[in-house]
């Protein structure tokens, strides 16, 4: 079996929600697992002094009008939340405890907590909706409240964005990695199933 | 007959450079035309507060990597020039006094430009290397040297970097307007052709 395709994504990126919809069945068509590792964007924008996409001027627009757009190319449900960016750090704490009990939940709370922010426009930074979300899927409210401040769950998340930033080179996300070669961003998935494909060029 | 694609190019993009090599195409495949427009993207970084890519932490060495494996992909000859960025007003402002008398030598000089740069690794805004390529393609150096001094040369420069800016929002090259709608970067084009195949989305 070949290696595990490495989706890094902050619950707080568009495209990384747009990405969300498309990673698995990419890697299904080549026989290929998908590992999401869920990071914090912020502490890249604090090493690479670079802001959010929308905050840039001129790039700002553009941004907002291509999140939909690239959405709407692919039929994936999605409205510009009111509140952006927002911290994700509970949102990816709960997952990495999920992780760690099921894989397949951890996903689907991801796809669950992407849905409640890009469709539903409702912030999942939130420490009561990601608890809300886990109870939609049957995870107690109290262990999943007590999860949240497991040490070992804030230094998963902790190592995953350093790992990502310091060793990987991580600066965006969607951030994927196939064989250990980096692609940012969504709109690279074509050259990622290229990649794929011919082993590389 | 549908308006043409306006591609709006710094001469010392890499993704200029690589998007100069398939547009023509991604027309002709359409029954379009491309109307060639060097601006300045320096002028951008001075309103956007940005910086060229391979300047910005974490960013950069992706860049590097990145400009010659999307030049691989299409098998376009590529070299990172060792002078980068450069300047580039000459440049665009022979092409503009080559458009005004011949659109298909501006073009001719346009792609024998960023060959200079992106594979030979020459510094392409340098006067003298501008008044050689033209000779190259029969323009008296002359001449030429004379053009990029008339204030109407240099006043079309000018007027298509502050309307692509002011007006256009553009913030990056390439940038690509179909019928208005406007595509950042030369990894767009499959999204482009899809836009024009369907009339947008």
Redesign the interface.
């Known amino acids: 079996m070949a290696r595990p395709i490495e989706f890094f994504f902050d619950f707080s990126s568009p495209y990384g929600y747009i990405a969300s919809h498309l990673i698995d069945d990419v890697a299904a068509r080549h026989d290929r697992e998908v590992e999401w590792k869920p990071f914090l964007l912020g502490a ?1 924008f604090k ?4 802001k959010p996409l929308i905050e ?4 700002g ?2 941004s907002r009008k ?1 999140f939909s ?1 690239s959405a ?2 692919y039929n994936i449900p999605f409205a510009m939340p009111a509140k952006f960016p927002i911290a994700t750090v509970a949102t990816a704490r709960a997952f990495y405890w999920l992780a760690a009990q099921d894989a397949a939940l951890a996903r689907r709370f991801a796809r669950a907590a992407y849905a409640a922010y890009f469709v539903q426009g409702r912030d999942v930074g939130d420490v009561e909706l990601v608890l809300a979300l886990g109870e939609n899927l049957g995870v107690g409210r109290d262990n999943l409240a007590t999860g949240l401040q497991e040490p070992t769950v804030k230094e998963k998340l902790k190592t995953v964005t350093d790992e990502a ?1 310091n060793e990987r ?4 996300s969607p951030f994927i990695f196939v064989d250990g070669e ?1 692609f ?2 969504s ?2 998935l ?2 990622i199933e ?1 990649w794929i494909e011919t082993g590389g ?1």
């Open positions: 890249v090493i690479a002094g670079t840039v001027p001129l790039k627009d553009y291509d757009r709407r190319m930033i080179g991580v600066f965006g980096g940012w961003g709109d690279r074509p050259m290229r060029w």
